[in-house]
């Protein structure tokens, strides 16, 4: 028998914590091989959730509940994931919103994905099956939707179709291994937080499409400009796609200098300065990817393997300049040659940025 906790964290949720809680113990007396806990973050409510919640408790022995300052989601997702692990020991730990947007009769289907070998499963609104509220108003709609497609392109994640819902089931190992990274966050991004520390390390992920309710009482929590603005800051500074290319603009900088001066300045040869330029550009590349790009995952093994990691760069660059020369003599073939410049940069933005970050991932900085 195996041993899960739902954590609801709450505030001013009065009219529809109490319906959930019973669903979800409902549910938890129909299945097998599981004992749910439920656990109650509320975050010192003014509306009477927490006595709601106690009051509960004397019918359900199974009901938890904590009450911690109001510091956001995270925060409160934090203190509970810590009350969790120290109390109940549990194999899983279930996110949920207390304010019944999340269908508790969809949890079953999460159990059986974490019985299948998924180590943490979201459920997604933005895959076939899977839906958010047709009376939203458009800017949310925008919002969420531009979020999650801004996160997936940042990362360059395109399988996650969901980063921002709170609807998950999460192994405790993943949990106590983002611990010290997910501390710093709070609000809406450290759902971000937790999915790019899963996926980093090696979690398997799945998805489960889910309708997203409209919620029948209370208000909602987000703030929009505070959420925007986080998660573009995480994004912008945790992926190794954005970092990735702008190690590659300064390698053009590297290449486009060395050239500038050794054939404008110095009038040396075209051929021994490009050659210089180019693999100039490569170590650069390599060294920045290394230690800052990839850096979670860099080269190890002593220096062997760290050349032949060097040499396999080197092949991959030696590609994209392939690539790079046979797609610019095609176009100017097809359309001329006054566009050239237009041509070079769909190039690299749309071929040679994309070929090179599966292939680097793929050969040299894998994942461990």
């Known amino acids: ?18 319906p959930l809680i019973k669903k979800i113990e409902e549910i938890n007396k129909k299945l097998v091989n599981w004992d749910i806990n439920i656990l109650v973050v509320d975050s010192y409510s003014t509306d009477n959730t927490g006595n709601v919640v106690k009051d509960l408790q004397k019918t359900i022995p199974t009901l938890h509940i904590i009450e911690v300052p109001k510091e956001g989601l ?17 194999y899983l730990i279930i996110q949920m919103d207390a304010d019944y ?32 509220p047709k009376n939203w108003a458009i800017h949310r709609k925008i919002l969420s939707i531009g979020a999650n497609l801004f996160i997936r392109l940042g990362f360059m994640k395109l399988k996650t179709s969901e980063w921002t ?4 089931a999460i192994k405790t190992w993943v949990i106590k291994g983002a611990l010290d990274h997910i501390k ?14 899963a996926l980093k390390n090696n979690a398997k992920m799945s998805e489960i499409p889910v309708n997203f309710k409209e919620r029948k009482f209370g208000i909602s929590k987000i703030n929009a400009s505070q959420y925007v603005f986080q998660i573009i800051q995480y994004v912008l500074t945790h992926s190794s796609f954005i970092k990735f290319v702008i190690v590659g603009l300064i390698g053009f900088g590297v290449d486009f200098g060395i050239s500038y001066l050794g054939i404008q300045k110095f009038h040396q040869a075209v051929w021994l300065i490009t050659l210089l330029s180019t693999e100039t550009a490569i170590v650069s590349n390599f060294i920045l990817n290394n230690f800052w790009s990839f850096r979670y995952k860099k080269i190890e093994g002593g220096t062997g393997n760290y050349l032949m990691s060097f040499l396999k760069f080197n092949l991959v660059s030696s590609g994209s300049i392939a ?45 461990k």
């Open 1 to 18: 028998m195996r041993n899960a906790v739902v954590i609801l964290p709450s505030f001013n949720e009065a009219e529809n914590i109490a």
């Open 74 to 90: 995270g925060k409160a997702y934090l203190r509970g994931f810590n009350y969790a692990i120290n109390k109940f020991n549990p």
């Open 101 to 132: 947007q999340h269908d508790p009769e969809r949890l079953t289907e999460f159990f059986e994905q974490i019985q299948k070998g998924a180590d943490f499963v979201v459920g997604t609104r933005y895959s076939k099956g899977g839906s958010i």
């Open 165 to 168: 819902n709170g609807y998950r």
């Open 184 to 197: 710093n966050y709070s609000g809406y991004v450290f759902q971000v937080a937790m999915i790019d520390y």
């Open 323 to 367: 690539i790079q020369t046979i797609g610019m003599q095609i176009l100017v073939g097809v359309f001329g040659r006054d566009l050239w410049y237009l041509y070079k940069i769909l190039i690299i933005a749309f071929v040679i940025i994309p070929y090179s970050y599966i292939l680097y991932n793929k050969f040299i900085w894998k994942n």
